[in-house]
């Protein structure tokens, strides 16, 4: 059974910075794509950041870019972020991309989700 745990939420000030973790398990994932979706309340589930599945590819929100970088070591999928805005607060939810689909920031393209942190900027 698949299981994507994420971790590395809380409570910042404006530009400061945090690192969330994804560690997945009881699937495949190493040809697999992953990203990081977010929702903040009242709004829809917004695509953050993605990675291919060899890590050499990434693709990033506009929102974001500058900011947030995604890396992966197999399993593990990390989303540094830096320059934070209270903009960015929202919980933060890993995916897993389904089976040869190519990159798309539509969350009906992943197929595992995590239960998601919770990450709140302040100002």
């Known amino acids: 059974q698949v299981q994507l745990v994420e971790s590395g939420g809380g409570l910042v000030q404006a530009g400061g910075s945090l690192t969330l973790s994804c560690a997945a398990s009881?699937?495949?994932?190493?040809?697999?794509?992953m990203a990081w979706f977010r929702r903040a309340p009242g709004k829809a589930r917004e695509f953050v950041a993605g990675i291919s599945p060899g890590g050499l590819r990434t693709y990033y929100a506009d929102s974001v870019k500058g900011r947030f970088t995604i890396s992966r070591d197999n399993a593990k999928v990390s989303l540094q972020m830096i320059s934070l805005k209270p903009e960015d607060t929202a919980a933060y939810y890993c995916?897993?991309?389904?089976?040869?689909?190519?990159?798309?920031?539509?969350?009906?393209?992943?197929?595992?989700w995590g239960q998601g942190t919770q990450v709140t900027v302040s100002s």
């Open positions: 009881g699937g495949t994932f190493s040809t697999n794509g």
């Open positions: 995916a897993r991309r389904r089976a040869q689909a190519t990159h798309s920031p539509s969350p009906t393209t992943y197929d595992a």
